[in-house]
């Protein structure tokens, strides 16, 4: 009989955005052919509801799925809504897990935990009444250097325990697992799993690429991505490298920002940039199938998906020198030009070298280790050897993980 699973998410794809916590939708893809696995996951509501809470039950698939909304405003008053909602979150957890015990007939043998730290709080929850055991999958960029100053002594002092009553730690990257041991957030049972590419939608295409048009992929957080960094440098350049392009995919909440930045620098009236909006997974694979190169000029960053995503395409990548990105580009033959953040001097050498066609790599090795890291396969026998090393009694597929 395979394991009962329950996956707790801080972030899953919802009703009001279908891209939200994708990246850890595939990790339970990848989990789910090793287990019976289940989701269960509670947000405030972004637009109104018709109730205090509202739930979408969709329980009949492979995976089934427990989706909870509640209402933003409930008296009006700031700060007793965050207290009142707070409860909210627990209760709809609460009730939740209920159903989907009946639903299985029984209570789950391991839940796993994505991403700290309410999801982490009802898992400690459940261990204390149920003995139940959690993992915990991080993939925050609040604990890297960069962001960790946010952390207030009360969330650090939970999330330490949280950790610690844990039965294992997996973070999507070296460099997070260590930024969380400097934080204190240590476990004895520590493993290092990447992010889930899509390598049947994000592969090489047969068409040659457009020199000298780049692309970003990105949220629009600026004080993060940096994305305006991006445009001042392409202005910067733009008179030397008539043919350069730039097409940004991404939504959030500086997107009016950035587009009026673009309009100053004049970037939008003789089409240099395009702004191409929310795009689809198989949107964002044919730009980077026909790109010379992903740019990215981020502050922070765990991962990074589209660094993998576009290495699957046979795409060269410019990207940050920070957290988790430069462990992508090891060994060195897995071509990345890598920058420091906020050094636009070096970030636009980078771009430059692209334009003038100097940088040459094989797009065949980029596939082959953009297969090896984070294909669906691969990252699934990682979890399976995961699970079997956390929880004596489970058996591996692959052999004990690595900690």
Known sequence: MKLRVLHLPKWYPNRYDNQ???????HVAAIAPHTTAAVLFATVARGPLPSLIDCEAALTGSTPTLRYYYRARITGLAPLDKLLKLGLYFWCLGRGYRQLVRYWGGHPQLVHVHVLLRTGLFAWWLRLIRGLPYLITEHWTLY???R???IGRIRRLLTGRVVRHAVGLH???ASLRDAMARL???????????????TDVFRPAE????????????AFHDAVKNISGVLRVVAQLHSCYPHMRLRIAGYGPDEAVLQQ?????????NGIVTFLGKLAHDEVAREMQQAAALVSFSRAETFGCVFLEARATGCVVIGPATGGVPELFQPPNTFGLLVRPDDEVAFGAALM???DGSCTYDPAVLRADAEARCSYPNVSAQFAALYAAVLPGVPSRTGPTAF
């Not at 939200?20 to 595939?26: H, Q």
């Not at 204190?184 to 899509?198: E, K, L, R, S, Y």
């Not at 068409?207 to 990105?218: D, F, K, M, N, S």
């Not at 930045?261 to 009236?269: D, F, I, P, V, W």
């Open 20 to 26: 939200d916590g994708d990246f850890v939708a595939r």
């Open 144 to 146: 890297l250097p960069e």
């Open 148 to 150: 960790a100053s946010n």
């Open 171 to 173: 973070t999507v990257s």
């Open 184 to 198: 204190g957030f240590v476990h004895p049972h520590t493993a290092v799993i990447a992010n889930v590419v899509d």
């Open 207 to 218: 068409w040659p690429r457009t020199a000298g048009q780049l692309l970003v992929v990105a």
């Open 261 to 269: 930045l673009a309009a100053q620098l004049g970037l939008l009236e």
């Open 353 to 355: 070298a692209v334009l």
